[in-house]
């Protein structure tokens, strides 16, 4: 695939619930092999937009186009399995693809290779998330769409999930699209951060996003002096001190 | 005096049995009792049906239950009410219907409690070869959907994305419930058709550690109900059909003594 084409590329998407406007007139690209990080406030329309860019959702207004052949990983935000359904972890993978070996090499590649009989009922945040981006790997991807990655994970965790994902992309050379509500959390795992409330209010490297008036004016100074903190230490990617 | 009628009486049963198992699990699993209960009151509408267009019992049943389960898959993708209170109207106007409309048809002699609770006793060979006829083709078309639809049950928007045709899946699994439904009434009849499906399956959650394991469970419980049930109804002289239910009932009481598997 070339690098030049956009994997997907959305064109003055807009789209209302009722009568209540969510998403107004966004352009996004999403170029091949980059992070790029969705932030915004909730409520503010991210997960809308992604779901419009994985074509679960049809934009009222604009257009949605995605490269010929594109496959995509998908981890979705949330997981509610009825407690009624009995599901290993490997099952779970199963759904997606019949070979076990390769379900178990998705699992090493997460970090979670001795999971494979637990009950998905049993599986702490951190490891369900890491179930969620195996899954995600069976489909050989392209781009790796992550919706929170890292909801219902400890501090601790959430850095490992960022470096993983850091990793993920280095070693598959895959383009990864994330949502996060949180910008301090993804400084260091991200090429390029797209503000979002309805409308695209900011973008740009990290570091240029954190010091834009709009972002400051959405998110207080608090996570403007959380980015500016990281600024002094981007040499070090993936062992910051949150304390 | 032949027992024949015990034979085809338990021939009907254990073909609802067989397939209760994994429709019902995915009912279970997918929280759709109430769906269950309105196709199943639809169809005393389509007895109803049947009678004044002087068609076969059997088949306007059937395609009243079709049609609502089309209503159904129709209102439901237009959201105009949540999903529960919707079902929650519905279920209870098309009984409230079906009831009046069968008595406003002159001259109609209907046999009401074997609608609502069933007469498995009376059926004809012809009825047990459409069960098994329907069991036959629906454990067919579920075996050949089962990794979708356990996959549409586990994360609707992931299976989508996979490349699951997760719309044309749900309507296949929903008219099958309402085939099965409309034909299972004679068992167990409308009021109690739910519970034939939902019941062994939710027995089955702690005997079983994998979603074929459970169906197949439930399948088996739901066979020893039906036996049992017939049996009861033999010595007790009890009525067949809540006979049934009563010992599906006991049948999940017990399994709440397992420990989980």
Redesign the interface.
């Given at each position: 695939m070339s690098v030049t084409v956009p994997l997907i590329a959305l064109r003055g998407v807009s789209k209302h619930f009722e009568r209540h406007p969510v998403l107004d007139r966004v352009d996004l690209e999403i170029p091949a092999g980059r992070i790029l990080t969705l932030i915004g406030p909730s409520g503010c329309g991210k997960t809308t937009l992604v779901?419009i860019a994985?074509?679960?959702l049809q934009p009222d207004t604009g257009t949605v186009s995605r490269a010929a052949g594109l496959r995509?990983g998908?981890m979705?935000q949330k997981?509610v399995?009825?407690p009624?359904?009995?599901?290993?972890v490997g099952?779970?993978l199963?759904?997606?693809e019949r070979d076990p070996a390769t379900c178990r090499a998705a699992l090493a590649e997460t970090g979670i290779p001795d999971l494979w009989g637990r009950?998905v009922s049993a599986l702490s945040g951190g490891e369900t998330q890491r179930m969620l981006l195996a899954?995600a790997l069976l489909?050989r991807p392209d781009l790796l769409v992550l919706d929170e990655p890292v909801q219902g994970v400890d501090v601790t965790g959430q850095e490992a999930l960022y470096a993983l994902i850091g990793d993920l992309r280095q070693r598959l050379g895959c383009a990864i699209l994330m949502v996060s509500h949180d910008l301090h959390l993804v400084m260091a795992a991200t090429d390029e951060v797209i503000c979002l409330n309805g409308h695209i209010c900011c973008h740009g490297t990290p570091r240029q996003v954190s010091l834009d008036p709009a972002f400051v004016a959405l998110f207080g100074q608090r996570q403007a002096l959380y980015a500016h903190h990281h600024d002094h230490n981007h040499d070090d990617h993936h062992s910051h001190d949150h304390g | 005096m032949s027992l024949d009628f015990l034979y085809w009486a338990a021939a009907g049963g254990l073909g609802l049995a067989v397939l209760a198992g994994p429709l019902g699990s995915l009912m279970?699993?997918?929280?759709l009792a109430y769906f269950g209960d309105t196709l199943a009151h639809g169809a005393l509408l389509g007895v109803a049906l049947g009678l004044w267009l002087r068609i076969g019992g059997g088949t306007a049943v059937l395609f009243t239950c079709l049609g609502l389960a089309i209503v159904l898959l129709i209102l439901e993708r237009s959201r105009i009410l949540a999903a529960d209170t919707l079902l929650g109207i519905l279920s209870h106007s098309a009984l409230a219907l079906g009831l009046v409309a069968l008595a406003l048809i002159p001259g109609a002699r209907v046999n009401m409690e074997a609608l609502l609770f069933g007469d498995l006793l009376t059926i004809t060979p012809r009825e047990v070869a459409a069960i098994w006829v329907l069991t036959t083709v629906a454990l067919a078309v579920l075996g050949g959907l089962w990794?979708a639809l356990?996959?549409i049950?586990?994360?609707e928007?992931?299976?989508?994305?996979?490349g699951v045709r997760v719309g044309a899946i749900k309507a296949v699994y929903k008219l099958l419930l309402a085939a099965v439904v409309a034909t299972g009434m004679k068992a167990v009849g409308v009021l109690l058709i739910t519970a034939l499906l939902i019941i062994p399956?939710?027995s089955a959650?702690r005997l079983?550690?994998?979603?074929e394991?459970?169906a197949a469970v439930a399948s088996a419980l739901a066979a020893l109900a039906v036996l049992s049930g017939l049996a009861a109804s033999w010595w007790l002289d009890t009525p067949v059909g809540p006979s049934i239910v009563v010992v599906a009932a006991g049948l999940f009481a017990l399994s709440l003594a397992v420990r989980p598997?």
């Open positions: 779901r994985l074509g679960l995509i998908y979705p997981l399995i009825d009624t359904l009995p599901l290993s099952r779970f199963q759904l997606a009950p899954r489909r | 279970v699993w997918q929280r990794t356990i996959s049950t586990v994360q928007d992931l299976a989508r994305v996979e399956a939710a959650r079983a550690r994998t979603p394991g459970m598997a």
